[in-house]
């Protein structure tokens, strides 16, 4: 028995150095794990199980264990290298259809080496050609995790995004003066008072210049209510942004808005957000407290301080009773917004029909009769509900249901110099609304008109020549391809239309001040641009043809008393991209980089964890098989619970220790040598009995 106990341990040691060998072999094996060979004592079966002087029967191999601890991670200059730092193996296949992995679930492999380059159809794969396997992602870069995928660095460009939402938050110095008095121009820089740019993209993918203008114009007086009745105090108020301008305020023309100034409302851009179209916004959690004068009474003034530490400086002007909820005035500073794409203006809706105002034909002296007095030929359009139009110094305004052309023309017949809106309304009668202001001045109409046309012809009053053309002023304006009329010096002028009008307090932007109790607004600040029309229409003109329609949201926009600037400028559009490059980044996931900046997710590898990392089968070539030893892979994304993340550009060494194999292959060169000795010792000693019986 003594030479069986030698030869296996000169088999066992000489395994051992072949483990260790090998390991020193692939020191420099990126992700290989080092083996150690588990020596194991024998013991003869047949002797007495309890004795305890049984003589060994030498050494064999129980296992070759393979170590589970990290390699170095060093950087590489292959962008698709990829190290993981803690536990997990990247799951490879061998065969695939497409992108689709076609393996046994069971006969996928798996490795440490993170060494990726492509194939010819651009499939992620290590040197041995097999294929790196991953979650796919759909054209929105979300990851399908219930599916598996070959990860492919896809090489097609981004297509065009048109700008759809665009962001321009900005201070406007609040020390400036007032525009008012000045008609609109881009091009002059005495007329607005601040400006701003953005690219934006059309549908075509091409760039745009979208210019914002702001306007100062005249502050105003805003109402604010009390939520409840009878009294002064209270923690809950309500206001309504576009609430009416009072017409009672001096300097305030008869459409109820100061001179130069399109709108009659103090802000015309609150959108409630969530569900509803309320126009009413409310304030919660305020403290009012009176500066001075008695509570409850007209003409005292508080401090509103809201729930942010915004100071409001309010004035009573209706006193709280068992039935009436007591109402404040708040100055609102106001600034009206314009744009220009391109240079060309641009308004909220480019696509309306054209401009509802009266087209007015006008001749000198050609009237019978009439000597060189002027004529003019009016022909009406619609009016929209409550709709005013004002010719001659009368106003009419629309009803409910509206005007037709028809029933403004008739409205205006029948018309003489000197007559007040409240006599014609009382003679005329007119249809589809009434007169609401004026006095009839500088000129009669006949009754011309046929029955149910829409054309009237105005006669100059004054018997001279070179008579003032007639005008016409609507309000509200509306139609996409007009220019609004502005009242300078009492005069109408035409401006640009302006996208809207946004009003501050203190500061802050009024749609900022309804808040929940997260402190979330409740109604945004926003301005529709739309340039569809093309290069046949004065408004809403690209360069090539190109459709741009977007919403621009303001809600961070402050009018503070210091410098101008821009806290966000963003935009969602983008142009045509081309692949930039590829980076994977510590969750796993395939990031395209384009040269427009964008980046899209690809895909997102996935990494595979065993309970018994010893019971994997290895393969050759830096790969392993489960097996019912190492049981099923428990597969997820980088980072996920126990998995490590992904290192980019870097490679896991071998955890090979040189030092520590050199020594332990002398130990096994003595332990070799030992066990021949003793192996020759046991081979004499038979040679020797086997002699001595032969005597």
């Known amino acids: ?187 002059d820089p005495t007329t607005y008072s601040q400006a701003t740019s953005q690219t934006v993209y059309d549908d075509k993918g091409f760039a745009h210049t979208l210019s914002v203008f702001y306007k100062k114009v005249s502050s105003q007086l805003l109402t604010i209510s009390a939520d409840a009745v009878g009294t002064a105090a209270g923690t809950n108020f309500t206001f309504s942004p576009t609430q009416t301008i009072d017409p ?123 000597g060189s007095r002027e004529t003019a030929s009016v022909l009406f359009k619609d009016l929209s509900a409550g709709q005013s139009l004002t010719m001659a110094g009368l106003t009419f305004t629309a009803g409910a249901s509206g005007a037709t052309s028809a029933q403004v023309a008739a409205a205006f017949q029948n018309i003489h110099n000197g007559d007040s809106f409240s006599t014609i309304n009382t003679a005329n009668s007119p249809a589809g609304g009434t007169f609401t202001s004026g006095l009839a001045s500088g000129w009669t109409t006949l009754t011309t008109t046929a029955p149910g046309g829409s054309t009237l012809v105005f006669s100059s009053t004054t018997a001279t020549g070179n008579v003032t053309n007639l005008t016409s002023v609507l309000n509200p304006v509306t139609g996409g391809t007009s220019a609004a009329s502005v009242l300078i010096e009492g005069s109408p002028v035409a401006e640009q239309q302006a996208l809207g009008v946004v009003g501050f307090v203190a500061g802050k932007n009024i749609d900022s001040l309804s808040k929940d109790s997260f402190g979330n607004p409740q109604f945004a600040t926003r301005f529709q641009i739309d340039a569809s029309r093309g290069t046949g229409s004065g408004y809403g003109q690209t360069l090539n043809g190109g459709a741009v329609q977007l919403t621009i949201e303001a809600n961070g926009s402050t009018a503070y008393s210091s410098a101008g600037q821009t806290y966000t400028n963003t935009q969602d559009g983008s142009a045509t991209a081309q692949l930039a490059s590829y980076n994977v980044d510590s969750s796993g996931r395939l990031v395209a980089q384009y040269d427009n900046g964008q980046s899209v997710v690809k895909g997102q590898l996935i990494l595979a964890y065993f309970n018994n990392l010893e019971g994997l089968i290895p393969n050759g070539n830096n790969t392993y098989e489960a097996s019912s030893a190492s049981g099923d892979p428990l597969l997820s994304f980088p980072g996920d619970g126990t998995l490590g993340a992904i290192r980019s550009k870097a490679v896991e060494q071998s955890n090979v220790d040189l030092t520590e194999e050199l020594v332990r292959l002398m130990v096994l060169q003595r332990q070799y040598s030992a066990v021949s000795q003793a192996t020759k010792v046991m081979a004499a000693t038979l040679i020797d009995d086997a002699i001595n019986i032969g005597r």
Not at 91 to 114: C, H, I, S, W, Y
Not at 278 to 298: D, R
């Open 248 to 370: 009672s305020i001096s300097t305030v023309d008869s459409y109820n808005r100061p001179p130069g100034e399109q709108f009659n409302k103090i802000a015309s851009t609150a959108v409630a957000l969530g569900a509803g179209t309320a126009s009413t916004e409310s304030i919660y959690e305020a403290t009012l407290t009176p500066i001075s004068g008695a509570a409850n009474t007209v003409g005292t003034v508080y401090n509103l301080r809201l729930r942010d530490g915004t100071n409001l400086t309010l004035t009573q002007t209706v006193a709280g009773t068992g039935s009436v909820k007591a109402q404040y005035t708040v100055n609102v500073d106001r600034f009206e917004v314009f744009a220009t794409m391109d240079g060309n203006p641009v308004t909220a809706n480019a696509s309306n029909a054209p401009s509802i105002s009266p087209v007015i034909t006008t001749t000198d002296g050609t009237s019978a009769g009439l």
């Open 1 to 187: 028995m003594g030479y069986g106990i030698g030869l296996s341990g000169l088999k066992s040691a000489s395994e051992a150095i072949d483990v260790t060998s090998n390991n020193i072999s692939n020191a420099q094996t990126i992700g290989y794990k080092s083996g150690e060979y588990v020596f194991s004592d024998q013991f003869f079966k047949a002797q007495d199980p309890q004795s305890l002087d049984r003589a060994g029967m030498g050494s064999y191999r129980m296992s070759i264990r393979r170590t589970g601890g990290y390699g170095t991670v060093v950087n590489s200059q292959n962008p698709l290298d990829m190290a993981i730092t803690g536990p997990g193996m990247f799951m490879l296949a061998k065969q695939v259809d497409g992108t689709v992995p076609t393996e046994n679930p069971t006969k996928f492999q798996f490795t440490r080496n993170g060494q990726f380059a492509v194939d010819n159809q651009n499939r992620i794969v290590n040197e041995n050609g097999m294929y790196l396997v991953g979650y796919p992602a759909d054209a929105s870069g979300t990851i399908i995790s219930s599916a598996k995928s070959v990860l492919v660095l896809d090489r097609e460009p981004l297509a065009q995004t048109p700008t759809r939402n665009s962001t321009l938050e900005l201070n406007l110095d609040d020390r400036v003066d007032p525009k008012t008095g000045n008609v609109f121009s881009p091009t």
